[in-house]
């Protein structure tokens, strides 16, 4: 049985906490209550004249009165901390593929050679991409000289959160290293690789392919791929030729061009590179323009690649138990309320010797005067 709630017996800012202590207080008054009944009855009669007097009346039934109300607040007190069972479990099982998408977030992807800059439409189409995958587990690099990397899930929206306000100033470091990327893609999809896998598992690579770090070496890690059964599908951004880099500054403002001992820095795209890594994986080289950024030539491509049905959520349920604490603790103020009775023939009792010490005290008095008068 799961307990729920139940830290808030020791958390004073917990309402929990508060109805412990006043079940705590309720079970100290009826204790002194007790106590203090039997004193003041002590002090007003003889224990032998009381014994006579409340002749058929069990000393039992206040206390069992007692055990009852604490009883009852403590099942009312556990129903509210809402005990649980486990319950029922649903897996979710839908066909798709793995993907991991690389974004290059170098500098160079500011050069505004597309529809905008390389890297606002990348994102553009990217987010188009992502719509259209339906049970697909995807995963993100994002990389320049270094990688941040968001692991595979089917919650695609999370995925896009991640990368949609991403810049490259954002970057912890320069350059482009696209063999980092896809050493980091690898792992990402052989994290969720089971030991008997058979779905397809890809890496879409987008960059203007300029690597410019070298390790570690592009083409050794696409081998490594190709041995894992991983195919790679590149998308080259950006103009064949050398376009300056715009410089922005803190607020996002264009200030002039990237320079590189003391000359203007020129990216421009690199397909051979990117060629060469799609041709050793078994993949596609794809390239993009203003008009057409190549995502539904994508598309068509993994439409071709085996897709199977995995789980790809799993959805644990709880019952709740809390009616059987609550049902008992009913039925216990039910019966102490059927005992009230016990209540009132006590009270009669003690008017009963009330009457019977008033008419005493009369007695005394005349006997006193009868005395007197002899």
């Known amino acids: 049985m799961n307990w729920v709630n139940l830290h808030g017996m020791y958390d004073p800012t917990s309402p929990g906490f508060w109805i412990l202590v006043g079940i705590i207080g309720a079970i100290f008054l009826l204790v002194v209550g007790s106590v203090h009944a039997r004193r003041r009855l002590s002090r007003h009669m003889d224990s032998r004249l009381l014994k006579h007097l409340v002749v058929g009346r069990s000393s039992v ?19 509210w901390l809402r005990p649980q069972t486990d319950g029922p479990v649903y897996k979710f099982k839908a066909k798709g593929l ?42 993100f690099v994002a990389f320049s000289g270094t990688v941040m990397t968001y692991p595979l899930t089917t919650d695609h929206e999370s995925t896009r959160l991640f990368w949609e306000d991403l810049q490259p100033e954002d970057m912890p470091v320069g ?7 896809l050493q980091a893609a690898e792992k990402l999809l052989l994290d969720v690789r089971g030991k008997v896998h058979s779905r397809a598992q890809v890496v879409v690579l987008l960059t203007d ?3 410019n770090t070298g390790d570690p070496d592009p083409m050794e890690v696409a081998k ?35 320079k590189e001992g003391g000359k203007y820095a ?28 190549g995502t539904d030539r994508l598309l068509a491509h993994l439409s071709h690649l085996k897709r199977t049905a995995e789980v790809i959520k799993t959805i644990k349920l709880k019952n709740e138990e809390y009616y059987w604490f609550l049902y008992p603790a009913a039925i216990l103020l039910i019966l102490e309320l059927l005992l009230l009775g016990d209540r009132r023939i006590f009270g009669e009792t003690r008017r009963s ?18 005395g007197g008068g002899s």
Do not use: W
């Open 266 to 293: 020129t990216s421009r795209l690199d397909e051979n590179l990117l060629m060469k890594i799609a041709d050793m994986t078994g993949g596609a080289y794809i390239r993009s323009s203003k008009s057409d950024f």
């Open 224 to 258: 490594d791929l190709r041995e894992k059964g991983i195919r790679v599908y590149t998308i080259g951004i950006g103009s064949t030729k050398p376009e300056l880099i715009p410089k922005y500054d803190e607020k996002g403002q264009q200030v002039g061009y990237q």
């Open 353 to 370: 010797f009330g009457d019977a010490g008033v008419s005493g005290e009369r007695s005394d008095g005349r006997g006193k005067k009868e």
């Open 61 to 79: 039934i206040p206390v069992i009165r007692g055990v009852f109300i604490i009883s009852a607040l403590i099942l009312m007190y556990v129903a």
């Open 209 to 211: 392919g300029e690597d």
């Open 98 to 139: 793995d993907i991991v998408v690389c974004l290059d977030f170098s500098k160079s992807m500011h050069v505004r050679d597309m529809a905008g800059s390389r890297l606002d439409q990348a994102k553009r189409e990217l987010a188009r991409l992502i719509s259209k995958l339906a049970g697909d587990r995807l995963g």
């Open 175 to 181: 350059g482009t290293a696209i063999g980092k990327a």
